[in-house]
């Protein structure tokens, strides 16, 4: 087991960049590895299980589930079958003035053959979330703010 910590800040508020990260659909726009989203629709809460199809060796699916949501603080999820490497994705924000800090925690677990990979896997892994977290963070910014107290005239 090991585990890759990084954190990004984000020019947006703190209520937009969750509900981006909560929205599933949105995952293979900042991990270009996500080739597929499999869910039973509707919000995300504690209990919620997806699968997400990623490119690795081919196409492979990887069943996560949601252990902690909490709106606008915190979000993690855990894989809990498919591939023998295991993660799980933690995402603790934090607000000051307008902009956003994402905090991601990455704990792997390794079983059967991956376990005799894992000395290669925290580099290489550390890598791909290093790439994510500039996505995510372009990807955001790119977007227009829509203030969350926005009104509607007519």
Request: glycine share 8%; hydrophobic share 40%.
């Amino acid at each position: 087991m090991f585990t890759i910590q990084q954190s990004v800040t984000i020019a947006r508020p703190v209520d937009g960049v969750f509900a981006f990260l909560t929205k599933l659909d949105n995952i293979p726009s900042w991990r270009p590895d996500v080739l597929e989203l499999r869910s039973g629709g509707g919000p995300l809460h504690v209990g919620s299980e997806f699968d997400e199809v990623i490119s690795f060796g081919g196409r492979k699916a990887q069943r996560f589930r949601v252990e902690v949501l909490e709106p606008n603080e915190t979000l993690e999820v855990a894989a809990i079958a498919g591939l023998g490497i295991r993660p799980t994705q933690r995402y603790d924000l934090s607000n000051r003035d307008g902009r956003t800090t994402v905090s991601i925690r990455v704990t792997v677990r390794t079983q059967g053959l991956f376990r005799l990979l894992e000395p290669l896997l925290p580099q290489m892994i550390a890598a791909k979330w290093r790439n994510y977290g500039a996505r995510l963070t372009e990807l955001l910014e790119s977007q227009p703010v829509v203030p969350s107290n926005e009104t509607r005239g007519a």
